[in-house]
């Protein structure tokens, strides 16, 4: 069974940076795709980040320049840098990956982690 677990998330000020983790387990991590999402009160969730098992990378505009999604396989775990916070960041913040090496589905999803931004 995958389990994605998310830690890091805080209240920071604006400007600050933070460092979310997602530690998955059940599978074998390495081959499968990986994302950020978030979803701030009364809002659609949205990607934010995302990585291949490739290693490649892609981002919301909205944070683009700011934010860097990476993954140590041998560790099992996805990390999203999040620079130069900004209030409009505020949200939970879900790991999510998809269900196969074919798939673009997310269909594991963590229980989220809250980022707050004060300004």
């Known amino acids: 069974q995958v389990q994605l677990v998310e830690s890091g998330g805080g209240l920071v000020q604006a400007g600050d940076s933070l460092r979310l983790s997602c530690a998955a387990s059940g599978r074998t991590f390495s081959n499968y795709k990986m994302g950020w999402f978030r979803q701030a009160p009364g809002k659609q969730r949205e990607l934010v980040a995302a990585i291949t098992s490739r290693g490649i990378t892609n981002y919301a505009d909205s944070v683009k320049g700011r934010f860097t999604i990476s993954r140590d396989n041998a560790k099992n775990t996805v990390y999203l840098r999040m620079n130069s916070l900004k209030p409009e960041d505020t949200a939970v913040y879900y790991c999510?990956?998809?269900?196969?090496?074919?798939?673009?589905?997310?269909?594991?999803w963590g229980r989220g982690t809250q980022v707050t931004v004060s300004s």
């Open positions: 999510a990956t998809v269900r196969n090496v074919w798939s673009q589905e997310y269909a594991y």
